[in-house]
């Protein structure tokens, strides 16, 4: 009798056992049957727009970053972190955008599907990689010859490897056809897992590249939920031509003016001067967080003269208490920007009109 009292303990024991592991293997899935949509985080409001757009009815987003903070100096708070546990899906930039998320996902059990989104994308140094060799001097006169080329553009795979920003596996620059054709499980920052560091992470900001993202975000939809893919590869097919529209209306407009130089408090700009040629000529801030030096300021000073440059830029996410002093001594303005948006500003409450919106600063900078 007793024999039998402790086989069937036993048997019991194993048959929860066993309903443990169905449930830990299958919470993903369970999760998304119980709101009925994938439940979906990403790191800032650009990317959350660019999720809603190509999966519609079938995701709830949100978005960790909170409307005016920075990503560079951003703590989550443990209520964030806790949210993360709720996650079917993770969307991050990468670069090093989101340090302050890597070492909570990595806590997450069961670990959600987490996607970063600058895979693929040819990297720019930060600024600071490349800095000293472009300051001008106050005895330099400006170039005549292709002035308003991007600063990054020349930027090649070698010169990045001296820069130490990134390995140069051919795997890691995709072109589109290699995106469609790669897994969940393929999809990483690099070839090693490993994040590429000093690489300017604002990639998101030529809208080329948020086509590229919106790739990665569709077949992560579709293999995630396979029994919908042709709704999100409809969705990203129409979000896909107003991007493309979106990018023929900066072509248009940029092409109208002559001078396309600037300076600029925060290097975000980077992907999109080397798309459209627009040209950083000087960076106040040196890193992000650190009030800028002596020299620092000094230089960006030299730099809106001897380029005759009118406005300097600013961020609403940063202090431009230091931009406004320059432009006061050297008798230019200060134009906000907005690398970011959220959805609680009527005039950048999605990507799109956020490009928009920034077009419009661009065009009163440069005209």
Known sequence: ????????????????????????????????????????????????DMVKNIGG?????????????????????????GNLHKADIIFKVGFGLEFWIDKFIRN????????????????????????????????ATPSTSNENASTSEDINLSEMTTQSVTPTQNDYYLNEEEFSSRSLN????????????????????DPINAIHMCELIT???????????????????????????????IRTTLSRYKQLKYVTFHPAWDYFDRRYG???????????????????????????????????????QLNPKVAKAIAEETHARVILIDPFGSEKYKDRNSYIKLMNYNLQKMKEAFR
């Open 108 to 139: 997450i059990k069961p670990e959600p599907v987490i996607i970063t989104l600058s895979q693929g994308i040819r990297p720019i140094a930060e600024a600071a990689e490349h800095e000293e060799e472009s300051s001008p001097s106050i005895n």
């Open 278 to 316: 627009t040209k950083r000529v000087a960076v106040i801030e040196e890193a992000t967080g650190k009030e800028p030096t002596p020299t620092r300021i000094r230089k960006a000073i030299e730099a809106v003269k001897i380029y005759n440059i009118r406005v300097i830029f600013a961020e609403p």
């Open 219 to 249: 077949n992560t939809l579709s293999e995630y939920d396979p029994e919908h893919r042709d709704y999100y590869e409809a969705n990203f097919l129409n979000y896909q031509a107003e991007l493309r529209k979106l990018d023929l209306d």
């Open 186 to 205: 393929e999809i990483t920052e690099t070839p090693n897992n490993t994040p590429v560091v000093n690489a300017n992470p604002h990639t998101w900001l």
């Open 1 to 48: 009798m007793k024999r039998i009292i402790i086989y069937v303990i036993s048997l019991i024991l194993l048959i929860a056992a066993a309903l443990f592991s169905i449930q830990h293997f299958l919470t993903p899935q369970a999760k998304q049957t119980k709101s009925g949509k994938i439940i979906v985080y990403s790191t800032v409001f650009p990317i959350a």
């Open 57 to 81: 009815n079938r995701v709830k987003v949100y978005t960790i970053l909170p409307p005016g903070a920075s990503p560079h100096t951003f703590e989550p708070t443990p209520r964030d972190v």
